[in-house]
């Protein structure tokens, strides 16, 4: 069982699939932290979280994420240097939205499941109970 909620880009650079980043662990306290840091930033509170940063998170391969809110959706982006480097700006309203498709991960009754948090963008940010979805 996976105690820590990981952060990972995954891209076959032969498929058509789109990227993906991928959050994704089983524990129901990780999604909790997760959750609130998305509504801080819907509600005005926080203008920029790093969730490899927040406790119970673990990049994979240097794998990092910024939400930050913005005026409009641009979803998840790359920027940055040779590092899988993302950062993801929603409009306040549609970071409350995220925040709501994050509450049946806080459950512990649900041993699988995944969620698109967001398809703007030239990246897909899916959370998981697994690395599988």
């Known amino acids: 069982m996976i105690r820590l909620m990981r952060l990972e880009y995954l891209e076959d650079l032969e498929s058509q699939t789109p990227r993906v980043l991928l959050t994704y662990g089983n524990d129901p306290r990780d999604a909790v932290v997760l959750r609130r ?3 801080e930033l819907a ?3 926080t203008h920029k979280v790093r969730v490899d940063q927040l406790p119970g998170f673990q990049e994979v391969a240097g794998c990092s994420l ?3 809110v913005g005026s409009l959706d641009s979803g998840v982006e790359r920027f940055g240097g040779p590092d899988p480097a993302f950062r993801c700006e929603l409009s306040p309203l549609t970071w409350k939205r995220v925040s709501g498709l994050l509450e049946p991960f806080e459950r512990a ?3 699988d499941g995944f969620q698109y ?3 703007t963008g030239s990246i897909e940010w899916i959370i998981s109970r697994s690395r599988s979805w």
């Open 66 to 68: 910024v939400l930050s």
């Open 109 to 111: 009754k649900e041993p």
């Open 117 to 119: 948090l967001t398809e």
């Open 43 to 45: 509600a005005g509170k």
């Open 37 to 39: 840091s998305v509504d």
